[in-house]
């Protein structure tokens, strides 16, 4: 098979700490989102496989929740040298398999890389702690109460196209310095990327069989991971469709769900309308609004929202649209299928009313970005999440409509606020139902230091490295009686 005269590559599945292709014989191909070309063929493993990887991370768990931390940090480390010496070869690959551009998968990387050592020195920070028995009231002083962190197990990572590197490494470097072995199941756009990652990872020597890389066919492999149990906890980032049939299928596992988000910026009367106007048009379309922290509509006070959609304007159709590899912001969708959906949510709302400011023009599965003003809550584009480049703008009569608005979403990830009244700003943060509320700003996950997280259909448990670590660890507890 060849692609642009060039024979097509076959990427093999990361097992047991080895790499070889599948029992199967069938692979998967990996078709670029901008290139329109076959760019490479992934495994479709079996469940023989799969329970092959799981019974190996097992094994090598034991011994690895006996090394020191420094001894796992040391491993970490140099997996985030490795990343940094291949950071080129990696972007490349990040940009024409999920289409960012080059200049922001590159940064990925970079951001990847320090994520993972953030992980090492965090991990080395957190101690545990012991607790006297006469704290409490009729208690002895004869009892020691010594509460550690322990390990669960194996963590099943299973990680997003649009993040392939950064969101696989916020799961899988937190799992290891926990001291658990990693089932890695990327998404299957974005598992070439997500091989050359753990490429980097497999050339530190890491105990053979503690992680292994998963690629296959959802109907085959998906429910078969998810209820498999040698599994001991679940990590994903993906559609909120998805992660509620996890949440089904995985009884009594720990999960931490991280899935999709409507995300509304606040834009009040005496907001600073040039910051607020960058921040927006940032926020709804870079990466092709493909994010789950894209700004996804604008709640906008009446009063300024012509002069808002007046600057809004100019300010989306600048923004370049195009090929990733010439640093385009809008780029082609991941797929025909994200394009049609984007454009049914656009049609949608035009066929009841949306005022057309800008955009609505396609090639294939590049849309120009879309900004549609006087949106009303019976338009689909109002409430439902299109990981596309549109943006509806709803006006609002009052800043209590435009909380009532932001809260009646099944969403509830991030949402942004404008004002320069800070009585104000943090009024509406505490009034809104979400995870993050940003002040001045757009919504964006990170730094990686802070918190991550996601209410109602949102997602479920809470990320950020100190908490990653903490989700991927319990605590135990061994009671010295010292008489």
């Known amino acids: 098979m060849k692609a642009n005269d060039q024979e097509v590559k076959v990427y093999p599945a990361y097992i047991a700490g080895e790499w070889r292709f599948s029992e199967s014989q069938e692979t998967i191909a990996i078709t670029s989102p901008w290139k329109a070309d076959v760019i490479g063929r992934v495994q479709a493993l079996t469940q023989d496989e799969v329970d092959q990887s799981i019974a190996a991370s097992k094994a090598a768990q034991r011994v690895w929740a006996d090394l020191s931390l420094g001894e796992r940090g040391d491993y970490l480390n140099q997996w985030a040298s490795e990343l940094e010496k291949d950071r080129e070869a990696i972007a490349t690959a990040v940009m024409n398999e999920v289409g960012k551009n080059y200049n922001d998968a590159e940064k990925e990387v970079t951001r990847t890389v320090d994520l993972i050592r953030y992980t090492v020195q965090e991990a080395l920070h957190m101690h545990g702690e012991s607790v006297r028995g006469d704290g409490f009231p009729g208690g002895s002083k004869d009892k020691l109460g010594i509460i550690e962190r322990v390990p669960l197990g194996v963590v099943l990572a299973i ?63 998906g429910d078969y991971l998810t209820e498999h149990p040698g599994i001991n906890m679940i990590s994903f980032t993906g559609s909120t469709k998805t992660g509620k049939h996890l949440s089904q299928k995985s009884i009594m596992i720990p999960l931490v769900l991280e899935l999709g988000g409507k995300d509304p910026a606040i834009v009040c009367e005496d907001a600073d309308l040039d910051l607020t106007t960058q921040n927006i048009v940032s926020g709804a379309f870079s990466y092709s609004g493909q994010r789950c922290t894209a700004v996804k509509r604008v709640l906008v006070d009446d009063k300024v929202a012509d002069q808002l959609v007046a600057q809004l304007k100019p ?169």
């Open 315 to 483: 300010a989306v159709e600048a923004l370049a649209v195009g090929s990733p590899v010439d640093d385009s912001t809008v780029v082609p969708l991941i797929d025909e299928k994200a394009a049609d959906f984007v454009q049914g949510l656009i049609d949608d709302a035009l066929a009841k009313g949306a005022t057309l400011i800008t955009g609505n023009q396609r090639q294939g599965n590049l849309l120009a970005p879309t900004l549609l003003d006087n949106v009303t809550e019976d338009m689909a584009v109002a409430w439902i999440e299109p990981f596309g480049p549109v943006l509806p703008i709803i006006r609002v009569q009052t800043t209590d409509a435009a909380i009532a608005i932001a809260n009646k979403s099944n969403f509830g990830l991030q949402a942004s606020v404008f004002t320069q009244d800070i009585d104000k700003a943090l009024e509406i943060a505490n009034a809104v139902e979400v995870g993050t509320v940003q002040v001045n700003g757009r919504p964006e996950r990170g730094p990686d230091n802070f918190p991550f997280l996601g209410v109602k259909s949102s997602g479920m448990g809470t990320q950020g490295v100190h908490n990653s670590i903490l989700s991927m660890s319990r605590e135990k507890l061994t009671v010295m009686n010292l008489r």
């Open 159 to 221: 990680a997003p196209f649009n993040y392939p590197v950064n969101l696989a490494a916020s799961k899988i470097a937190p799992a290891l310095m926990a001291g658990n072995g990693v089932v890695f199941k990327p998404a299957t756009q974005g598992s070439i990327s997500g091989i050359k990652m753990i490429e980097a990872l497999d050339r530190t020597g890491l105990p053979a069989g503690l992680l292994s890389l998963i690629t296959g066919r959802g109907s085959v492999i």
